[in-house]
């Protein structure tokens, strides 16, 4: 691991912990297990840079000391756990992240992208999108926003983030069904994602594990699989 590697590392180790609500330092090399009380009527399973913590109320802990990082990292483990405490929204993400800033693609000056800032160009997108879609992407949440725009000014793709823990963007992309695989995706993920790394932020890209579209988007632009993130509710 390089040193700005090794930096931004240590910077989203940091966020993680401060939004578990665990000390900086908690997220370790050997598996962390914290104790909380049951009336959050969660449990939290996070995996980053192979080091990893779980959070739960005490039955989930002395549960969880008995099974693997792999099996708490995927949604079947961790309903397991939880199986009879009325388990429910179970949830595994793949965490990517980029230290890097990504190269532009080549192109003439006269190809160059219209891109708008405008929040309402990217809600103009979402209704041209499934539910689904617009639901997973969450562009509603975000605070910056990139939307690639045809000479009709029509938005094709839009990619955004929201500044998270202080230190990081957190990016997502959504784009219209039938302008995928044109590059549209990667075009305005790349600007955005440099933008944020101009913001003096660190990339990071969360997405549901079965939605394979997002990261191997993400995987496409350069960003790299750290990690799982693992809930369930209970109760």
């Not at 190269?103 to 992208?113: K, L």
């Not at 793709?157 to 963007?169: K, M, N």
């Amino acid at each position: 691991m390089d040193a700005a590697t090794e930096h931004a590392a240590s910077i989203l180790k940091v966020a993680w912990a401060r939004s578990l609500g665990i000390g900086d330092r908690d997220i370790t090399s050997e598996r962390t297990h914290v104790v909380i009380p049951e009336i959050t009527r969660e449990i939290t399973f996070l995996n980053l840079f192979g080091a990893s913590v779980f959070l739960g109320p005490e039955w989930a802990v002395e549960r969880a000391a008995t099974l693997s990082n792999e099996a708490l990292g995927s949604e079947r483990g961790l309903l397991e756990v939880a199986k009879d405490r009325a388990a429910h929204r179970a949830r595994a993400e793949t965490i990517l992240f980029t230290p890097d800033y990504l190269p532009p693609p080549s192109m003439h000056p006269s190809q160059a992208p219209l891109i708008s800032r405008e929040r309402e160009m990217a809600e103009r997108l979402e209704r041209l999108c499934p539910p689904d879609d617009v639901a997973a992407a969450d562009l509603d949440e975000q605070t910056h926003w990139f939307t690639l725009l045809e000479e009709t000014m029509d938005p094709v793709a839009c990619a955004a983030y929201r500044e998270w823990q202080g230190f990081v963007a957190n990016m997502t992309a959504l784009t219209v069904a039938d302008a995928r695989r044109q590059g549209y995706a990667k075009t305005v993920a790349l600007i955005a994602t440099n933008v944020a790394l101009d913001e003096g932020l660190v990339p990071q890209w969360r997405a549901h594990r079965t939605n394979t579209s997002a990261w191997h988007l993400a995987e496409a632009l350069g960003f790299h699989r750290i990690g799982v993130l693992a809930t369930v509710s209970f109760g």
